[in-house]
């Protein structure tokens, strides 16, 4: 490739692209091109107010040396017109800022009147050979050297320009010496070696003025990215729902974000350039500020933290106190040295009072405000253990209210519930501090008296069944008497909890049948609690179903509220007699589970489900995963576990369509085994759901540490959802920490449309219920 002007390259940095230069970059570079003509524009003014008040000065001097005044006075006019026009076309060309082929033209513009600025000049020789002294015309030739010279600063920038503009200025001047007899040739020398240098210079300056157009622009570039970098950032921290605070390492704030300083209850002004330790009130446990404590933490470690326990941060002025997860980043400079700190306050009060409230929804009953059932049976594991250990005596009381069904019948569910009430308030009062009392279902209670041994207790029972004998509830116009059936059992350290409760249980239902207002103590070889403990009968007939294989399925389908998602349905099960009689899971399960029988009976009913869903069933089409239901047992047995695995390959169901469904209580029994067993099965592509959520006391403490996709709400908040305000908050609280956690959930017994339509409000993921579908047989499998 050849050129008439000398041609440089260099290869862009960011594409790689090769780059001629002209030395600019040539015509196909159109916009470095325009790059150096808008700077042209921006300069070149200057060069014409300094050429013209150079022309004006030249013009006094020469009259004072006896130039003719006319000639003077003609070329003085003729540089300022030349001048106002350049000077108005930059003007114009500034005002209308041209793009393109445009602003190339007026490049053009520009070198053309450059081209007669040059020539405007040399009248100058004219005036300067008029006055005959040699020392005037070698005075005009320096002028215009100089000028010609000074045009490399204002038009160096855009060599056309230059050149049209220097080129008149140097060859006019050594065309005159040659055409001058009185002016010796040999002066035309210095002159033309002048012009060469002064080309070679403009080329020169036009590569300084290339690079310097070039630093400037990425600078530019860079400041520009950099503020719309800084925008992004501070956008970002505005919206996220933490406060974020900057702290430089001598402990000043140096910015906060909003949620910061609604945190703070400071204004941002006040904030920023403030000590941490002065305005950030954050308390730990001891009550003490911990601010600069953490501050000099994450300088010293230069690593993140978090810390493990909430802190308490005060508000300015409203004194609201706050709950906050704090964690921190040390902000590392060149050198590694901590240059400051990034400081993260997240506000956890909302989801703290959520979760004590549903805490304490799942350890009291609702109605009473006595323990429930399950934190009963916690209290008792304890018992167990403290009489094991210490050798304390416990004692078990099972109560069961005679007129409660009377008084729901005459008088309708609220008397019932207040007279309930009533019955808890009573009992509450008439036991020590030490001692537990809770409502276990309907109207029956139970008390765990400590340091009680069985006269003690007995001694107990007869008190509270005279206190209830002259308790009388008042409904209305109406007065009732209350009796009630006392059964009460030793805490033998030898015994399970469940196997306590269950004595308990069948020695209150014995004092039921002795008749109202009786006590009966259980006893070793307890003819009449013998005969309570009929159940043991059932083991014989779970272990022949078991053989037999003789459980019927049962398909429960699940409304997915939001139509996108998959469509599900609980497989349940229940015992077939061999005289073909159905038996509900309520009756023969209790057996199972009282002598781990469980194991067996699940791996029985997963094979039973894998050959339904195999075989494609036709009371199972439509459904896109299945649950099915496993024991404490069989989540602590490994055998299950291969079981269900040889199960999934031996009958070719997709994993992806099975969700097991797990109760809490039976996870954190054995937490590891258990989440050993989830991991191995989700592994695979099983999926699991934790079943009767928010009833039990460890709801949330363990919900961070199961891997679960569904969370079954349980049913005692869904039943008059649509009219229960209480009901519908916890199912509100439950539904949002589950998808906050990225969990479905479903409640359970949905039993008509009102409360569909408010678990819709709510944005529960399904419904499940006699409401929603009652379950259906499926045909034995051939």
Not at 114 to 123: D, E, K, N, R, S
Not at 391 to 412: E, M, P, T
Not at 534 to 551: K, N, T, Y
Request: proline share 3%.
């Amino acid at each position: 490739m050849s050129s008439r002007v000398e041609q440089s390259a260099t290869v862009d940095a960011d594409s790689g692209d090769m780059i001629l230069h002209w030395p600019y970059r040539r015509s196909s570079h159109r916009q470095s091109v325009t790059v150096h003509l808008e700077t042209l524009y921006r300069y070149i003014h200057r060069g014409m107010i300094t050429s013209l008040l150079v022309g004006l000065v030249t013009a006094f001097v020469f009259l004072l040396r006896g130039a003719p005044p006319g000639w003077v006075l003609a070329w003085g006019l003729l540089l300022a017109l030349v001048a106002v026009i350049r000077l108005a076309t930059v003007v114009h060309v500034r005002r209308s800022r041209p793009e393109g082929r445009a602003l190339i033209v007026w490049g053009r513009v520009a070198a053309a009147g450059g081209f007669v600025q040059a020539l405007a000049w040399l009248p100058l020789l004219l005036i300067a050979s008029h006055t005959g002294h040699t020392l005037d015309f070698l005075c005009a030739g320096m002028i215009l050297g100089l000028l010609s010279l000074g045009g490399i600063t204002s038009m160096g920038v855009y060599l056309p320009a230059y050149v049209a503009h220097a080129v008149p200025l140097q060859l006019i001047p050594i065309g005159w010496i040659l055409l001058d007899a009185r002016v010796h040739w040999s002066l035309a020398i210095p002159l033309l070696l002048a012009c060469v240098i002064l080309m070679s210079a403009a080329i020169r300056s036009g590569r300084i003025w290339q690079h310097a157009l070039d630093v400037s622009r990425r600078l530019r570039e860079s400041i520009r990215r950099l503020r719309v970098e800084k925008a992004r950032v501070q956008a970002t921290l505005e919206s996220i729902g933490d406060g974020v605070l900057t702290v430089d390492a001598t402990g000043r704030i140096k910015y906060a974000n909003s949620i910061a300083a609604q945190l703070m209850g400071r204004a941002r002004t006040e904030i920023v350039g403030s000590s941490v330790g002065e305005v950030l009130a954050l308390r730990g446990e001891e009550g003490s500020d911990i601010a600069e404590r953490l501050l000099a933490q994450c300088l010293q470690t230069g690593r993140p933290m978090r810390w493990e326990k909430d802190l308490a941060l005060q508000a300015q002025g409203s004194g609201r106190c706050s709950s906050i997860q704090f964690s921190g980043a040390s902000i590392q400079g060149d050198r590694g040295a901590s240059q400051g700190v990034v400081m993260v306050l997240r506000d956890v009060t909302e989801l703290r009072g959520m979760a004590n409230a549903i805490s304490y929804q799942s350890r009291y009953d609702e109605l009473t405000g006595l323990l429930n059932r399950r934190e009963f049976e916690n209290r008792l594991r304890d018992a167990h253990e403290v009489s094991r250990r210490q050798r304390i005596d416990y004692a078990v009381l099972h109560l069961d209210l005679d007129q409660f069904k009377l008084i729901n019948d005459s008088c309708g569910h609220r008397a019932g519930d207040e007279m309930l009430r009533q019955v808890g308030g009573l009992l509450q009062s008439r036991v020590r501090e030490v001692d537990v009392v809770a409502r276990m279902s309907g109207d029956e209670f139970a008390l765990l008296l400590r340091g009680c041994d069985l006269q003690k207790a007995e001694s107990v029972a007869q008190t509270l069944l005279r206190e209830l004998a002259s308790f009388r509830f008042a409904w209305a116009d109406r007065v009732f008497s209350q009796g009630a059936g006392i059964g009460l059992v030793a805490v033998d350290a030898g015994r399970t909890v469940a196997e306590t409760m269950a004595a308990a249980d069948a020695a209150c239902s014995v004092a039921k049948d002795l008749g109202r207002n009786c006590v009966h103590v259980a006893a070793p070889n307890d003819a009449m609690l013998e005969r309570r403990y009929g159940q043991v009968a059932w083991v014989a007939q779970v272990q022949s179903a078991i053989d037999q294989r003789r459980f019927r399925l049962r398909v429960q389908r699940i409304q997915a509220i939001n139509s996108r998602l998959p469509v599900k349905a609980e497989l349940l099960a229940s015992l077939e007699l061999p005289d073909g009689v159905l038996v509900a899971p309520g009756d023969f399960l209790p057996a199972a589970e009282s002598f781990n029988m469980m194991p067996a009976v699940d791996g029985v009913i997963v094979s039973l489900a894998m050959e339904a869903i195999a075989g494609l069933h036709p009371g199972l089409t439509g459904i896109d995963l299945f649950s099915i239901n496993l024991s404490g047992q069989s989540l602590n047995d490994p055998a299950m576990l291969q079981h269900i695995l040889d199960e999934i390959e031996r009958s070719g169901v997709d994993p992806a369509r099975l969700c097991f469904e797990i109760t809490e209580t039976a996870v954190i029994r054995h937490l590891d085994r258990a989440a050993d067993f989830m991991a191995t099965l989700r592994r695979q592509g099983c999926s699991f759901a934790l079943d009767d959520f928010g009833s039990g006391l460890s709801s949330f403490g363990y919900l961070r540490t199961l891997a679960v996709d569904y969370l079954k709400i349980d049913g005692q908040f869904v039943r008059n959802l649509g009219s229960d305000a209480i009901n519908r908050s916890m199912v509100d609280c439950i539904n949002r920490v589950g998808h906050t956690m990225g969990i479905r959930t479903v409640a359970e017994f949905v039993e008509d449309r009102m409360s569909l339509e408010a678990l819709r409000e709510l944005g529960v993921d399904y419904a499940q219920g006699f409401g929603i579908h009652a379950p259906e047989l499926l045909a034995a499998h051939p």
